[in-house]
């Protein structure tokens, strides 16, 4: 079985410290999977009719894998999403696929999605410029939390304590770059510091863990220093991790859940969720958890690991 990772960077260029990709590589060893790791740029798409040579790869046509694996995820350019789409068109699988990787990319969208389905989200607004103030009081409220659409690792993610400090981040935006995409969230204040990952696979949970931060941060971000614990799985936490991975269609995901007093509010999802800090506190094979449902997804049911 043959597959292609979708990263930043290809076989030869992957750092030591890219965790993930690592243990993708040395786990598809164990598995019998023929693995290679490549960037979209040594990609090129030709569009014609004649199926199999509509890639090429280094400049050369090629052979095509059983699987991709993209692992870009917020940071999935408009080109790596149609190289994506371009072998989904050529019959290969991908986990996940375009269309999940394009929603949950977006943080609003998603929201949007969820929210049709009534599950419990923070009440989010699209800034618009030049912004109204009291609209965003009236609605949100203060303290609120202020993200980009698209980001990951706690990068673009604000808290704004009160009306006047919102005003002023807004009016910097708004000089600097209005275009920018933003959303104002309320903010859970019972899940201040800390919040719940939960890890899906082909729809059930494999593992769950409690993040907390290590500072006065109210962010509980693991990329950010946050320390780890594994959390009991319990229904609600399942029902509602496998419903949004089922409503946003995605096979592999990283639900981030916020403590809502004794319920939870859907924070946001990931599409290539780390997960260098859930193997070190859970016992999971994270890896061979996703192939061994690969291998089910592509009819290869002989090959699977037994993970009874
Ligand atoms: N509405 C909110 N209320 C309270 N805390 C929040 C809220 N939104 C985000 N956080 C905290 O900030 C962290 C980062 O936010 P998130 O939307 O997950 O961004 P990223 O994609 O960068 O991880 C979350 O893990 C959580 O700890
Ligand atoms: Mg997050």
Redesign the pocket.
Known sequence: MVGWIIYKAQDSEVKPEAYEINRLVEEAKAQDIELRVLKPEQIDLIVTKEDRKSILLDDKPTSLPDFVLPRMG?GTTYFALAVIRQLERLGVPSFNDSDGIDTVKD?LYTHQILAQSNLPV?KTMLVKFPVDISLIEKHIGFPA?I?TLS???????F?VKDKQSCKDLFQLLEITNSQISIII?????T?????LRVFTVGGRVVACME?K?NSDD????YSLGGIVNSYPISPEIEWLAVEVTRLLGLDIAGV?L?FDHDHF?I??V?SSPGFEGIESCCSVNIPKEMYTYLKLRLGDREQMTDNR
């Open positions: 917020a943080k923070p939390v993200k980001g990951s690792q706690g990068k673009g993610v808290l969230q309320e903010f859970i204040a899940s201040y510091g800390r919040d993040r931060s109210f962010k509980a971000n981030d916020l509010k924070c946001e990931n």
